[in-house]
């Protein structure tokens, strides 16, 4: 009776942890569901050039600090 | 004591075929594949009108294309292989576009904008994308003309125009289709 109930609580166990992993994401989006994700006010930045710009200003005048990276003190050439 | 020995049994075949059944669950394992009749379909145009089969196509090379207005790649391809249609339809070539726009509004005001020659159906619910496998956006099917899936396109860039257009004709070339089949 001992090994039954090893094996019912196996089982029961794995379902659980199943059901759990697959809460994290109830359903998954699919390729055809992103045209609201495509959407310029859904992106972080909604100018893809200006962030570029302004990111290559800041890396620029911080690269002896590491920029926006977690490296620094070199030579501050970029 | 048997019926335990029994449900002993069952639950360590349950736990042997756990992960295929877990694998199964996550992976697509119902994606169409080369070689594989293309599943058949019936659905209205975007532009309205008599809905369209795409056995209606059979004896055609079609290039079934999935697409959505919101899709960059997809907006790049149709031009191009629009030109490509009007350049061999009267070999037998067809594209038959698949709009998977959830909003119908932004694919006619897309499509007013960029105007195409081919027919071009709408698809809600995901159903044809499932129906097919789809994985990614856009995503073309190559049919020949016994209903064959023969190549699959997945992303758009316009070096691709060379690899399709390969494709299409050597499926153009290729015997007709004949009716006692």
Redo the contacts between chains.
């Keep these: ?1 001992g ?2 109930m090893k ?2 609580i ?2 029961v166990t ?1 379902v659980f942890l ?1 059901t759990l992993s697959s809460g994290c994401a109830i359903k998954k989006v ?7 994700l ?2 310029t006010e859904m992106a972080f930045e909604p100018d893809a050039q200006q962030a570029a710009y302004r990111s290559h200003v800041y890396f620029s005048k911080e690269a002896s600090s590491g920029g926006a990276s977690a490296g620094g003190g070199g030579c501050g050439c970029n | 004591m048997n019926s335990i020995f029994d449900l002993k049994i069952r639950m360590h075949r349950f736990l042997k075929i756990l992960p295929v059944l877990a694998i199964i669950w996550s992976s697509n394992a119902f994606a169409v594949g080369i070689g594989q009749p293309a599943p058949a379909f019936e659905r209205v145009p975007l532009m309205g009108g008599e809905p369209i089969e795409l056995k209606d196509y059979l004896g055609q090379v079609v290039y079934l294309d999935f697409w959505a207005s919101w899709c960059g790649p997809c907006r790049q391809a149709m031009p191009l292989m629009n030109s490509m249609y009007q350049e061999l339809s009267g070999q037998g070539f067809t594209v038959l576009a698949v709009n998977l726009d959830a909003y119908v509004d932004e694919a006619l005001r897309f499509i007013k904008q960029h105007p195409v020659q081919y027919p071009m159906v709408r698809d809600t619910g995901g159903v044809l994308p499932e129906l097919y496998g789809l994985t990614g956006m856009p995503t073309a099917y190559l049919i020949d003309r016994n209903g064959k899936v023969r190549y699959i396109h997945h992303g758009f860039k316009r070096s691709d125009v060379v690899r399709i257009r390969h494709a299409v004709e050597s499926l153009l070339a290729e015997s007709q289709y004949k009716t006692d089949h």
């Design positions: 009776m090994e039954v094996y019912i196996c089982v794995s199943l699919e390729a055809w569901e992103r045209g609201d495509a959407r």
